[in-house]
């Protein structure tokens, strides 16, 4: 088999959010990501099926996008009920702890509740919620470059360490 193609960065995440204007309204206006592009359409290209939606882009300073679909009935994404809700999240990098601080601030003089700091080791994160049940965390980076070559040097000992207690525990 041959090699992958190699994959540049990410183009968007998308999920669903139950009202486009709420949610605009959060991502650019509060977080500060601007709509770049909407789409509105009545028929599903990838399928052909009929389900009327507005599909918002939201872009990030490396050009990548945070994306949402309103499929104009209120509804947001249901979590997974199996599991638990601290596991499902997007992360987005800000350039300093400083800036962590400042959007923490911000954050919470919005009334938006916010957990942390939280020291990882490697970053330092926050956390809150968007207006759809989205779990978000903005981190930044605490470790060195030494620090990140020595935990990609240990990253398979680490799984496979992790992958050896989990057949032993099963």
Known sequence: MSSPSKIHRLHHYATRCKNAEQTRSFYEDLLGLPLAHVIRADTVPSTGEHSPYVHLFFRLEDGSFIAFFDLGDGQAAEPSPNTPAWVQHIAFTVESEAALAAMRKRLIESGIDVIGPVEHGFVCSIYFFDPNGVRLELTTSTATEA?????????????????ADRTARS
């Open 147 to 163: 620090d990140l070559a020595a935990f990609e040097q240990e990253a398979h000992a680490h799984l496979a360490a992790w992958t």
